[in-house]
């Protein structure tokens, strides 16, 4: 809801704030399990912190030496965390069987952040550069009219303004970096376009949506929207809410429905802290999915994580700082079985050892959720909106949801996720921070938003041109016997984002839709073809 007292870490510098963030992030959050935060009042007479939406990519920092090109992978190494298991897009499209003959040419995935990143092409050369990927032209759009136009003008680059205080700028740059990147590494014939929010609070979201979603240029577009904040607090003016501004809603809610019309599919993360969506922002424990991926012409993506987690080699550090996979040996990461082949690989001090390890099959998942080792805001969003209700597509489930905790909840709101896709830490995804001048290792449902964005740019291909909405179609696949074969259907984990401990409650994943993981992660390829069929003349609206 409001995102300055998380940001509030001191005048450290950049670095040692990200090396860190994970640790004081936590605290932090446990923290409001038992006070309630300040509202930063010196911030909000300028900026309405309250209706703003937040990032928060799990990053960990690779050691300055690191290089992906001469180590072995997947296993990094983090001064802070030991050996930490890294995918690139190849470990990833092996595990969920991405479809060789498609790479979304043809597309446009639409990334939705605020500030931007000031390294981001560069960072997306290195990325492209280190694994063999074409080289891609980010296309960056900015106020007030985001067509391109030189009259636009992009946020300036300085964290130490109070707005890019008060938003968590640099998280922001790190989220940029991430969205693209993952997208790009896993759709790399797709163009991208970066759309670029002044700032986090909602009306400079819904500005900047507003007028990506009436260009007649991207019609047909995919977005991802890897951020959100508590469903309900939506318009909410202060803390606890007794004024709302209805328009927030309202102006989203219009853009949802152009975007639809145009024939866009719109995506959002599903949320990092559980079932507990209001739990880091406000200090409540109430049961709260995340807004926007609420809206039921969003495809909410929920996360997941390797199971078991992280295969053989368990939470960082590893076995005493290092993993390895031996020459010729299958070896299970979690979410991806890799092979040694000839040399093996093993974790080193970069530069180190040449690698052979390739990846050769999926291993399995369970729900997204390291609080165990990462702590709070690492967990699958999901859960029973207040703000919005059932729509069609899902009204044949049930009103009543059981708890992990023993409890029920009750209504008739829309319930998300949609979809899952991997968000662990633990075996997250190794992108490239040019402002830091490190290689890092991303989770969060903040990468699932914009991988399935790159999903959606294969089928558009594969489709012959923009599917649009979605949701409607894959909860009529899921209905169908494909069902086992486009999806890996998710039924160990919950999405507690304390792991049900301090009494707070959450969902357990389970056979079929739940609301930790929706219907699962897709086998690529299978979901391609059966929601090709289903779309062949046309998707089944909302
Ligand atoms: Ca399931």
């Known amino acids: 809801m409001q995102k300055a007292y998380i940001r509030n870490i001191g005048p450290s510098s950049l670095e040692n704030i990200m090396k860190h963030r994970i640790v004081t992030v936590s ?30 990519p799990g990053v960990t920092l690779l050691d300055q030496s690191f290089s992906p090109s001469v180590g072995g992978l997947p296993f990094c190494f983090s001064g802070a965390l030991g050996s930490i298991l ?50 891609a032209t980010v296309s960056i759009r900015c106020g007030p009219t985001w067509t391109g136009s030189s009259s636009d003008t992009c946020p300036v680059f300085d964290p130490s303004l109070p707005i890019d205080q008060a938003c968590g700028a640099v998280g922001w740059w790190e989220e940029t970096t991430l969205d693209v990147t993952i997208s790009h590494g896993l759709a790399p014939g797709a163009n991208i376009v970066l759309v670029v929010a002044n700032d986090c609070q909602d009306t400079s979201f819904n500005a900047a949506e507003s007028a990506a979603v009436n260009q007649p240029s991207l019609r047909g577009s995919i977005m991802s929207q890897s951020f959100g904040q508590p469903d309900d607090l939506v318009g909410c003016l202060n803390f606890p809410c007794t004024m709302i501004d209805h328009s927030i809603k309202q102006g989203a809610d219009k853009i949802y429905n152009t975007a639809r019309r145009n024939q866009w599919t719109v995506i959002a993360s599903s949320g990092d802290d559980g079932a507990n969506e209001a739990l880091s922002f406000v200090g409540t ?29 368990g939470a960082p550090p590893g076995r005493g700082g290092t993993n390895s996979c031996a020459a010729n040996t299958n070896c299970n990461t979690g979410l991806v079985v890799i ?21 050769v099959g999926y291993g399995g998942e369970g729900t997204w959720n390291e609080f165990d080792t990462f702590g709070i805001r690492t967990a699958s969003g999901g859960g029973v909106s207040t703000l919005y209700g059932r729509p069609t597509y899902q009204t044949s489930f049930q009103p009543k949801w059981p708890t992990l ?91 507690s984002d304390t792991a049900g401990q301090f009494g707070v409650d959450g969902f357990s994943a389970g056979a079929g839709y739940d609301l930790a993981t929706g219907w699962g992660s897709p086998n690529v390829a299978n979901f391609i073809n059966a929601i090709n069929t289903i779309c062949a003349s046309g998707c089944p609206g909302p």
């Open 285 to 313: 424990t109430e049961l709260i999915p995340s807004w926007p991926s609420t809206n039921p012409l969003n495809l909410a993506a929920g996360g997941t994580q390797g199971n078991p987690y992280g295969g053989d080699y």
């Open 86 to 135: 890294c995918y690139t897009p190849s470990f990833l499209k092996t595990a969920y069987n991405f479809p060789s003959s498609l790479d979304g040419t043809g597309q446009t995935i639409v990334i939705v952040d605020a500030f931007g990143s000031p390294t981001i092409q560069s960072d997306l050369n290195t990325f492209d550069n280190a694994f063999g990927l074409p080289a």
């Open 405 to 495: 905790l023993g409890a029920t909840v009750q209504g008739n709101g829309r319930l998300t996720p949609d979809i899952s896709f991997n968000s662990a830490i633990q075996g997250g995804f190794l992108a490239y921070l040019g402002f830091l001048g490190r290689w890092a290792v991303f989770g969060g449902t903040s990468a699932a938003s914009p991988a399935l964005a790159g999903v959606v740019a294969l089928l558009n291909q594969a489709h012959g041109g923009p599917v649009g909405f979605l949701n409607a179609a894959i909860y009529q696949l899921a209905a169908s016997s494909n069902y086992s074969s486009a999806f890996h259907d998710i039924t160990v984990g919950n999405n």
């Open 339 to 359: 092979n040694g082949g000839p040399t093996g690989c093993t974790t080193a001090p970069r530069p180190g050892v040449p690698t052979s390890c390739i990846p």
């Open 27 to 56: 605290i932090l959050a446990l923290l409001t399990l038992f006070t309630l935060p300040t509202l930063a009042n010196g911030v909000a007479t300028t900026f309405n912190l309250v209706n703003s939406a937040r990032v928060n």
